[in-house]
C-alpha cells in the first residue's frame, strides 16, 4: 500500500513537471506581450522598454526563464504579481479558503444529492425514479451561469433569502453566502453522479449474487446495503472523483457570476490582464489540485474492490 | 407426506409478441430424503420449475398450480414466511458458484451471512459453525479459505463454499441447478462425492437439476425427464436405461456417447428443441418423434401413471418393446436405423 502511494506520489510530481512546462510555456505562445501591458498602451521610448524587459528578466532565453521560474515554484516563491506588483504566493493564499469552501460545500451536495438520489431511484424505481432521470437531465442541461443567475435572480432578488455576493465570514456567514453559489456549482456534476449511481445500482440489482443472497432469506435491508449499494459505489467513487476535481475549475464561472473573491475569480482577471506570474501559479495549482483528488480516488478504489491489485503488491 | 408437491404448475413469461409459455403443468412429488433428477435439453423448463420452489423466477413472470412444501402452498406465503422458507426449509444450489457470491466480500460474510442475518444466530456461534462446517465439506485450510475472496479461490473450492452454506441450516430439501456444469471434470466428482454425502448425512430431499443423464442416474432415486416445459417421463434411473417408455428418453440414452464403442458419428435427436411456447396442440415432441402418428399431431398426451412410473406418450403402450434394449451404437439395438434416420 505504502510502495502504491509513493510511486502515485511519483507520478504526479511528474504531471506536475511536464504542466509546468506546459503552463510556462502556453503564455508565451499566446498573442501579445507582458511589457506591451505593463507600458499599458503608452507610448514609451525603447530604452524604457529595454529595461523593463531587463527587470523582468523576458529578454532571456525561453529555457533560463523556465529554469528560473520553475526554481521559484519549488523554494514557495511564484513571483510577484504584474499588476499589483504583490507577492503571487500571499495573493493566492488569501483567495484559496473561498475557494475551498465552495468547491467543499459542492463536493457535498455532490455526494449528497447526487449519490442519495440516485441510489434511492435506482433502488426504488417507480414514480421517483423518473422524477430523479428528469431532474437529472435538467440539471445536467442548464450551463451553470445561466444556472447562477437564476438562482440569483429567484433566491436572493425576488425572494430575498440568500445575499447578492460576497463569500461572507465565520461558518454561518459562509454558508449563507457559498450557498447559492454551492448549488450552482454542484448542478451539472449532481446531475451526472445521481444518473451514474442509478446505473449502476439497477445493473448492481440484477446481479446473481444479489438474488442468492435473497434465495438465501438474507432480509432486503441488508442485501439492498451489503450487495447492492456497497457494489454499485465502485463506478460511483470515480465519477464522484473526477467530478470534485473538475469543481476547482468550474468554480471560476461561479466565482465570477457571485464576485466571490475566490482563486477562479483571481485566474479569469488575470488572463484578461495577460498577468503571466498569477496565471501560471493557478493553472499549476489546478493540475496538482485534480492529481491529489484522482490519488485519492484510486487508493480509496483500491480499499473498497479487493480485485484491485495495488500496484506494489501484485509485483 | 412429501416433503415437495409440484400439482399441475404453469409459468408464462409475459413478451412483446404476447405471453410466452414456460412451464406447461408440472406435477411431481419429492418424499423425505429423495433425490429426483430433473433431465432435459436446455430450456426444457428444469431450471424453471426449480425456481418456482423458492419464488425466484424473473419478475413479471405468472405462475399457476400449487407448490406444497410439507403441505404448505409456498405460492402463496407472505414475504416474511417465504423468508423463512429460504432461510431455513429449502436451499438452492446454482450452477455457477462465482457468479452466487458477492465478489467484493470475504467467503467468510457468505458463511457468516447466511446464518446470521438470514436466522438471527449470534456472531460468534455462526463464525464458529462457518468453520466448522467448510472442514466438513473437505476444505483444510479453513482458516486461509474463510479470509479469501471469491476471485482467490477456484470453481470447485467455491463450490464447497456454496454447499457448506446450503446444508448449513439442514434444510428439508436441497435445490441443485446443474451444481457441477461449471466445473471442470475431476472436480465435478468430488463435489458430486460432497454434495452427495451431505444430503445423506443431513436427510435432506433433493431436486436436481442436470442435462447429464448419467450423472442424475448416478445420484438420484428417480428420474424425471422434462421436455418443452412438461415432464413426459419420470422413473428409477434403472427402468430408465433397461426400457425407457418416452421415445424422447430412448433418444436421450442413444445420443450418449458409449465407453466402450468407438462411435464414428455420435447419433443426434434430429429437429431442434422445442420451446414450451411453441408447442401447439398435440405431442410436443412429435414434430421429431421417429414413431409419431398422425394423431400425435393432434391430440395431446396425458402423464399416466402405471406401477410407480409415469409417462406422457399416446403410444406408450404399442412402443414399450421396440423401446426397450440396449442403447444404439451396440449391436442389436432398437430403434437404432430411426435415430439416424
Known amino acids: ?73 519549488l523554494t514557495g516563491d511564484l513571483g510577484e504579481s504584474l499588476t499589483t506588483r504583490q507577492d503571487v504566493a500571499s495573493l493566492l493564499a488569501s483567495r484559496i479558503p473561498t475557494t475551498l469552501w ?91 453522479v445521481a444518473r451514474i449511481t442509478r446505473t449502476a445500482v439497477v445493473e448492481e440489482r440484477e446481479a446473481e449474487h444479489v438474488s442468492v443472497a435473497l434465495a438465501r432469506g438474507v432480509p432486503w435491508r441488508v442485501v439492498a446495503r451489503r450487495h447492492i449499494l456497497r457494489n454499485a459505489m465502485l463506478p460511483v467513487t470515480t465519477i464522484v472523483g473526477v467530478n470534485i476535481a473538475a469543481l476547482v475549475a468550474g468554480a471560476a464561472v461561479v466565482e465570477h457570476a457571485f464576485t466571490l473573491d475566490g482563486v477562479g475569480a483571481m485566474l479569469i482577471n488575470s488572463v484578461q490582464q495577460k498577468d503571466f506570474a498569477v496565471v501560471q501559479a493557478v493553472a499549476l495549482l489546478l493540475v496538482a489540485v485534480f492529481g491529489v483528488v484522482n490519488l485519492v480516488i484510486d487508493i480509496l478504489y483500491a480499499v473498497i474492490d479487493p480485485r484491485v491489485q495495488l500496484g506494489g503488491e501484485s509485483a | 407426506m412429501n416433503v415437495l408437491e409440484l400439482d399441475d404448475v404453469r409459468l408464462d413469461l409475459p413478451s412483446r409478441r404476447g405471453d410466452r409459455s414456460l412451464l406447461r403443468g408440472v406435477s411431481l412429488s419429492l418424499a423425505p430424503g429423495e433425490a429426483l433428477g430433473l433431465v432435459g435439453e436446455s430450456g426444457s423448463g428444469k431450471s424453471m420449475t426449480l425456481r418456482t420452489v423458492l419464488r425466484t423466477e424473473p419478475a413479471g413472470a405468472r405462475v399457476t398450480g400449487r407448490v406444497l412444501l410439507d403441505g404448505e ?25 462465482r457468479a452466487a457470491l458477492n465478489p467484493v466480500l470475504r467467503v467468510s460474510r457468505y458463511l457468516v451471512e447466511g446464518l446470521r442475518d438470514a436466522r438471527g444466530e449470534s456472531a460468534e456461534e455462526a463464525t464458529r459453525r462457518a468453520r466448522d462446517l467448510l472442514a466438513r465439506v473437505g476444505i483444510t485450510d479453513v482458516d486461509r479459505c474463510m479470509a479469501s475472496y471469491p476471485h482467490q479461490l477456484s470453481g470447485g473450492m467455491l463450490q464447497r463454499v456454496v454447499i457448506a452454506a446450503a446444508v448449513a441450516s439442514t434444510p428439508r430439501l436441497l435445490l441443485a441447478d446443474e451444481p457441477t456444469t461449471a466445473l471442470d471434470v475431476t472436480t465435478q466428482s468430488e463435489v458430486m462425492a460432497i454434495l452427495d454425502r451431505q444430503r445423506r448425512e443431513h436427510g435432506m430431499a433433493m431436486l436436481f437439476v442436470t ?61 431442434r428443441p422445442v420451446a414450451a411456447y411453441e408447442v401447439e396442440g398435440g405431442c410436443a415432441f412429435a414434430a421429431r418423434c421417429p414413431w409419431a402418428e398422425p394423431r400425435c399431431e393432434r391430440d395431446e398426451p396425458a402423464l399416466v401413471h402405471d406401477a410407480g412410473r409415469a409417462t406422457r406418450c399416446l403410444r406408450a403402450g404399442e412402443l414399450a418393446a421396440e423401446l426397450a434394449g440396449a442403447p444404439a451404437g451396440t449391436p442389436g439395438g432398437e430403434g437404432e436405423t430411426e435415430v439416424r434416420a
Open chain 2, 73 to 97: 402452498d409456498v405460492r402463496t406465503l407472505g414475504a416474511a414466511a417465504l423468508r423463512r422458507v429460504r432461510a431455513e426449509a429449502v436451499t438452492m444450489i446454482s450452477q455457477n458458484p
Open chain 2, 211 to 271: 442435462h447429464d443423464l448419467e450423472l442424475a442416474s448416478a445420484v438420484c432415486d428417480r428420474i424425471a425427464v422434462m421436455y418443452a416445459g412438461e415432464i413426459v417421463e419420470i422413473a428409477t434411473p434403472e427402468q430408465l436405461h433397461a426400457a425407457p417408455r418416452h421415445p424422447y428418453t430412448r433418444l436421450l440414452l442413444d445420443s450418449r456417447p458409449s465407453i466402450t464403442a468407438r462411435a464414428v458419428e455420435l447419433p443426434v435427436i434430429p429437429g
Open chain 1, 102 to 192: 465552495l468547491t467543499l460545500y459542492a463536493a457535498v451536495l455532490i455526494v449528497v444529492f447526487g449519490v442519495v438520489a440516485g441510489a434511492l431511484a435506482g433502488l426504488r424505481g417507480g414514480a421517483f425514479d423518473t422524477g430523479v432521470l428528469l431532474g437529472s437531465s435538467v440539471g445536467f442541461a442548464v450551463p451553470t451561469f445561466f444556472a447562477a443567475v437564476l438562482l440569483m435572480s429567484v433566491f436572493s432578488v425576488t425572494l430575498g433569502w440568500f445575499p447578492v455576493f460576497g463569500a461572507g465570514s465565520g461558518f454561518a456567514g459562509r454558508v449563507e453566502h457559498l450557498t447559492l453559489p454551492a448549488v450552482a456549482l454542484a448542478l451539472p456534476a449532481a446531475a451526472v
Open chain 1, 1 to 73: 500500500m505504502l510502495r502504491f502511494v509513493l510511486r502515485r506520489l511519483g507520478a504526479l510530481a511528474a504531471t506536475l513537471l511536464i504542466s509546468s512546462f506546459l503552463v510556462f510555456s502556453a503564455m508565451y505562445a499566446a498573442p501579445g506581450t507582458p511589457e506591451s501591458f505593463l507600458v499599458q498602451g503608452r507610448t514609451v521610448s525603447p530604452e524604457v522598454l529595454a529595461s523593463i524587459r531587463a527587470q523582468y528578466g523576458l529578454d532571456d532565453p525561453f529555457l533560463i526563464r523556465y529554469w528560473n521560474w520553475l526554481g521559484g515554484v
